[in-house]
């Protein structure tokens, strides 16, 4: 794989990881959300998939962002009667969002946008190295 590749290939993984890094800001600011009408559902944790592509051009593959998906799960009840939100039951319902695993997620997503980062950097040194020498 040369130089140039690598660096796409680094560069793909940037966009990835960035987009992810988003998608969980998305969720941890919303993490206490609750539903706009009574008895609503709240706000609904997301989810950034991962696809691999064959890039003919490069000869090797990358990855894409796939779709953002919506998390499947329960929403925790709590009674609030004087809750605007609150069902005619009482209860609340709260985001599927657990601020634990989105910070456990973004600090994956930090160092995995980090390692593309460092990919980079070791491509533009050793081009920057090779043209020093040829200059000699």
Same mark, same amino acid.
């Given at each position: 794989?040369?130089?140039?590749?690598?660096m796409?290939?680094?560069?793909?993984?940037?966009?990835?990881?960035?987009? $992810?890094?988003?998608?969980?800001?998305?969720?941890?600011?919303?993490?206490?959300?609750?539903?706009?009408?009574?008895?609503g559902?709240?706000?609904?944790?997301?989810?950034?998939?991962?696809?691999?592509?064959?890039? $003919?051009?490069?000869?090797?593959?990358?990855?894409?962002?796939?779709?953002?998906?919506?998390?499947?799960?329960?929403?925790?009840? $709590?009674?609030?009667?004087?809750?605007?939100?609150?069902?005619?039951?009482?209860?609340?319902?709260?985001?599927?969002?657990?601020?634990?695993?989105?910070?456990?997620?973004?600090?994956?997503?930090?160092?995995?946008?980090?390692?593309?980062?460092?990919?980079?950097?070791?491509?533009?040194?050793?081009?920057?190295?090779?043209?020093?020498?040829?200059?000699?």
């Amino acid at each position: 794989m040369d130089l140039n590749t690598a660096m796409q290939l680094a560069a793909g993984g940037l966009s990835a990881q960035g987009t $992810r890094l988003k998608v969980i800001a998305e969720n941890l600011a919303n993490a206490d959300s609750t539903a706009q009408t009574p008895g609503g559902d709240p706000y609904r944790r997301k989810v950034v998939s991962f696809r691999a592509v064959l890039d $003919r051009s490069l000869g090797a593959t990358g990855v894409k962002v796939g779709p953002v998906l919506q998390a499947q799960g329960a929403f925790e009840r $709590r009674f609030d009667p004087a809750n605007p939100a609150a069902g005619a039951d009482g209860y609340v319902l709260l985001p599927n969002v657990n601020p634990l695993i989105e910070i456990t997620d973004m600090r994956e997503a930090q160092q995995s946008y980090q390692a593309n980062l460092n990919v980079i950097d070791a491509a533009k040194q050793m081009i920057s190295h090779t043209l020093d020498l040829m200059r000699s």
